[in-house]
């Protein structure tokens, strides 16, 4: 019998292991507070039997994490204050300067027990993208503590990261610098100061991971991100302004010695082809029509991936793992297996963040995995 790793790397490099491996993507603290008994992700994935796939944040740059404030990077050239407007926990308002040689910028951010949102984007004209082009600092990972995280793990499952930003892609990454709306008008209207833009994020991310990710243990690096969707943005604007940037992340990935998964978390039936395009080693979330994806046919993915990339994913957080019966759960493990994984390649997954499902309904999902063998 393999191990969790073992059963996960095997997947990831698109063979056969002895079952469908079977994880959940980035555990919420608020689910292991309020369910699991404030246990880490660990200790909730060994409990449960299932693979462990574990999310290294620090240093790594997303707004989105609960206080996000406290992974703030300072420079003498970008001094970031904040002002709480609002402590309620379930509905915190921080406001943010952040100061420049060049002039100042501001964002607010919204915040609750489970995630961060932004209320007031940070690019508000042309002009600021200098700013960010010649102050916004990129932080250094400690790769040592990447390490000790990578070895605490071991057998139980894999340890992912991310390139640094807001999010992974320099498209995705935009999208929450500008309100996505503006963003697409702008690369309709503007098409050359987005790439300038995207151009900016991209130097920014190659420097990440040439400094901080080349030699860092981890066993995949995830990119791409939600706003790159087909349910967003049209395959011709992903084409134009993701998959140029995308391949050079990737290639540049693949020369340090990582392994890649590509996050799309809605639609992504109308760009397949793109995917494999930019060089991705796996495919997530796999998402179906009850999540915001549109996914209805487990089978034409895997028959468009065939041989060439991995798939994570598959399974409605809410209407099957939180909502649904046990029984109803092992149907849809089963269905899911059947549609994506008669090939092997690939890695079963909650679709993305679930906040309120019954340990039993995830005890139920891990059993049922258990029954797929190859």
Same mark, same amino acid.
């Given at each position: 019998?393999?191990?969790?790793?073992?059963?996960?790397?095997?997947?990831?490099?698109?063979?056969?292991?002895?079952?469908?491996?079977?994880?959940?993507?980035?555990?919420?603290?608020?689910?292991?507070?309020?369910?699991?008994?404030?246990?880490?992700?660990?200790?909730?994935?060994?409990?449960?039997?299932?693979?462990?796939?574990?999310?290294?944040?620090?240093?790594?740059?997303?707004?989105?994490?609960?206080?996000?404030?406290?992974?703030?990077?300072?420079?003498?050239?970008?001094?970031?204050?904040?002002?709480?407007?609002?402590?309620?926990?379930?509905? !915190?308002?921080?406001?943010?300067? &952040?100061?420049?040689? /060049? =002039?100042?910028?501001?964002?607010? $951010?919204?915040?609750? %027990?489970?995630?961060?949102?932004?209320?007031?984007?940070?690019?508000?004209?042309?002009?600021?993208?200098?700013?960010?082009?010649?102050?916004?600092?990129?932080?250094?990972?400690?790769?040592?503590?990447?390490?000790?995280?990578?070895?605490?793990?071991?057998?139980?499952?894999?340890?992912?990261?991310?390139?640094?930003?807001?999010?992974?892609?320099?498209?995705?990454?935009?999208?929450?610098?500008?309100?996505?709306?503006?963003?697409?008008?702008?690369?309709?209207?503007?098409?050359?100061?987005?790439?300038?833009?995207?151009?900016?994020?991209?130097?920014?991310?190659?420097?990440?991971?040439?400094?901080?990710? !080349?030699?860092?243990?981890?066993? &995949?690096?995830?990119? /791409? =991100?939600?706003?790159?969707?087909? $349910?967003?943005?049209? %395959?011709?604007?992903?084409?134009?302004?993701?998959?140029?940037?995308?391949?050079?992340?990737?290639?540049?990935?693949?020369?340090?010695?990582?392994?890649?998964?590509?996050?799309?978390?809605?639609?992504?039936?109308?760009?397949?082809?793109?995917?494999?395009?930019?060089?991705?080693?796996?495919?997530?979330?796999?998402?179906?029509?009850?999540?915001?994806?549109?996914?209805?046919?487990?089978?034409?993915?895997?028959?468009?991936?065939?041989?060439?990339?991995?798939?994570?994913?598959?399974?409605?957080?809410?209407?099957?793992?939180?909502?649904?019966?046990?029984?109803?759960?092992?149907?849809?493990?089963?269905?899911?297996?059947?549609?994506?994984?008669?090939?092997?390649?690939?890695?079963?997954?909650?679709?993305?963040?679930?906040?309120?499902?019954?340990?039993?309904?995830?005890?139920?999902?891990?059993?049922?995995?258990?029954?797929?063998?190859?």
């Amino acid at each position: 019998m393999m191990t969790g790793k073992e059963r996960m790397i095997c997947a990831l490099a698109r063979g056969k292991p002895d079952r469908l491996p079977a994880t959940v993507h980035q555990w919420q603290q608020y689910h292991l507070d309020t369910y699991m008994n404030g246990t880490d992700c660990l200790s909730a994935f060994r409990q449960l039997g299932m693979d462990a796939s574990i999310q290294y944040f620090e240093a790594m740059g997303q707004f989105w994490i609960p206080r996000a404030e406290e992974f703030i990077v300072q420079t003498p050239e970008w001094r970031e204050e904040i002002e709480v407007v609002d402590a309620n926990p379930l509905n !915190r308002i921080l406001h943010h300067k &952040i100061a420049t040689p /060049g =002039g100042n910028l501001t964002y607010v $951010t919204g915040g609750n %027990p489970t995630t961060t949102w932004i209320i007031e984007y940070l690019i508000k004209k042309h002009d600021d993208v200098e700013l960010i082009r010649k102050f916004m600092p990129v932080p250094k990972l400690n790769k040592a503590k990447v390490a000790e995280e990578h070895d605490r793990i071991a057998d139980s499952g894999i340890l992912r990261g991310f390139v640094w930003g807001d999010q992974a892609g320099c498209w995705q990454h935009a999208c929450c610098l500008m309100d996505i709306n503006r963003l697409i008008l702008e690369a309709v209207d503007n098409p050359d100061w987005v790439h300038h833009l995207l151009g900016v994020l991209l130097e920014k991310k190659l420097h990440f991971i040439a400094e901080s990710l !080349r030699g860092a243990k981890f066993d &995949i690096i995830e990119t /791409g =991100g939600g706003a790159g969707s087909d $349910t967003l943005i049209s %395959p011709d604007m992903h084409r134009e302004f993701c998959l140029p940037y995308d391949r050079k992340m990737h290639r540049a990935l693949h020369d340090a010695g990582h392994k890649i998964t590509y996050h799309t978390c809605g639609g992504m039936m109308h760009i397949l082809d793109l995917i494999i395009q930019n060089e991705t080693d796996a495919s997530e979330t796999l998402s179906p029509p009850g999540v915001g994806g549109n996914i209805v046919d487990p089978a034409k993915v895997r028959q468009a991936y065939r041989g060439k990339v991995a798939m994570i994913g598959g399974m409605d957080q809410f209407n099957t793992l939180t909502r649904g019966t046990p029984e109803q759960i092992r149907k849809e493990v089963f269905r899911l297996f059947e549609g994506f994984g008669p090939d092997g390649a690939y890695v079963m997954s909650a679709s993305d963040h679930f906040f309120d499902t019954p340990v039993e309904n995830l005890q139920a999902y891990a059993d049922a995995a258990k029954e797929c063998t190859y």
